[in-house]
């Protein structure tokens, strides 16, 4: 996590937090680079940019290690830097990265997920597979179901 520069769960690292059975947090590191590093650039108390944070949780969670979600507040003096390193005009931005960190995507306002997919496949990364769960065997037809 980068201070207070991460906010709601979004930080500018890839390692993973986790607690073990003692209650002590431990850090792993990711082997993993992003392939694409997704920065949004708002404020805590902007509206669209609060409507920006499930989005933002929600690609987290679905790209897994293959997207980076890095947020800046550009209302506090750590987060203005990057706003002017960015060049924004209005709030939220969204500034995708490449793995080299050449910016080839932005869009200024509210960015459903629905497009960040559409941007991220035109890159090449789809979201992390998920575990389908199994079917259980159709009944057969006069038959009794004898697990209860």
Known sequence: MVGSMAYGGFAASTDKKF???S???MTQKSAV???ITFVELGSVNCMPCKMMQ??????EEEYGDAVKVVFYDVWTAEGRPHGKKYDIRAIPTQ??????????????????QEEIDKVFAQHGV???????PEK???K?????????
């Open 140 to 148: 057969k037809n006069g038959t009794k179901d004898t697990k209860k």
């Open 19 to 21: 607690e073990t059975n």
């Open 54 to 59: 499930p989005v933002m949780k929600a690609v």
């Open 136 to 138: 259980k065997p159709a």
């Open 23 to 25: 209650g002590t947090t």
């Open 126 to 132: 789809v979201k992390a597979t998920t575990p389908v």
């Open 33 to 35: 680079s992003p392939t």
């Open 95 to 112: 500034v995708f990265l490449d793995k080299d960190g050449k910016e080839f995507y932005r869009h200024t306002g509210f960015l459903p």
